[in-house]
């Protein structure tokens, strides 16, 4: 199983950035999970849009799914169309980016599929385990196991027990990391520090820590730093490039 990065940052793209988009390849099978702002651009210096196999979406803010619509664009609006994509998601996340387009230009592009939170579901070799955890708008934790490898994604939440049990002796815990230390008050029930991040993948014993979704002004050494408090295990910050073999 391999981990590659598009983006890291949260709520919108720093300069000349892309905010979170990850790549999770096995056995040939190509997942792209939260394709934010920016994240097409950067998936099409590495392949064609026609070989994305299947889209996984954890909340429907426009930073986790709005390129959802130039990536079904880029494999419809050709000589030789892609076949229709599955988009596994949260019901109704991903309907305001379909409308962006008038309801019959991408009908034939996508087949939604929706799930709901708490939900076990199989998406090619993935085997998905899906929990609600506490955002804004309905968001669910994704843990994704493949060939005996584990990758661990909170997608956007505040504190929350279940992140112990989701991140659990994962290869990876990809865990968002607006803040550095603290979350301001009125964000803390459904955003997160990379400090609390260090903590969850402590307790949950992860083999590495990547932390993403920083709000533009959260600097990255500052966040390692933090997550590094209660974590001594290897820690990486989400940036375009990053690649991680899970084994």
């Known amino acids: 199983m391999r981990l590659t990065v598009f983006g890291g940052w949260g709520a919108w793209p720093g300069a000349g950035q892309a905010c979170g988009g990850y790549l999770l390849e096995h056995d040939g ?24 196999d299947a889209v ?10 709005a390129d959802l619509s130039p990536l079904l664009r880029a494999r419809a609006f050709v000589d030789d169309p892609a076949p229709p994509l599955p988009v596994h998601t949260l019901p109704g996340a991903v309907d305001p980016v379909i409308a962006l387009d008038r309801a019959t230009a991408l009908q034939d592009a996508h087949r939604v599929r929706d799930f709901t939170a708490g939900s076990r579901f199989e ?18 934790g994704l843990r994704l196991e ?12 505040g504190p929350s027990p279940d992140l112990v049990t989701l991140a659990r002796d994962a290869d990876v815990f990809l865990a968002e990391a607006s803040y550095a230390e603290h979350v301001p008050a009125g964000m803390a029930s459904h955003l997160s520090s990379a400090r609390q991040a260090g903590r969850y993948a402590d307790e949950a014993g992860v083999r590495r820590l990547v932390l993403t979704h920083l709000i533009p002004g959260t600097g990255p050494e500052a966040a390692e730093d933090a997550a590094r408090r209660s974590y001594d295990g290897e820690i990486a910050v989400a940036r375009p490039g990053l690649a991680v073999d899970l084994g």
């Not at 998406?123 to 669910?140: E, N, T």
């Open 29 to 52: 099978f190509r997942l792209l999970i939260d394709p934010g702002y920016a994240v097409v651009p950067r998936l099409l210096r590495d392949m064609d849009a026609r070989d994305v």
């Open 56 to 65: 996984l979406v954890s909340h429907g803010h426009p930073d986790h799914c």
């Open 146 to 157: 493949a060939g005996g490898r584990v990758l661990a994604y909170t997608g956007d939440t």
């Open 123 to 140: 998406i090619g070799p993935f085997l998905v385990d899906s929990w609600p955890l506490p955002h804004s708008v309905p968001s669910a």
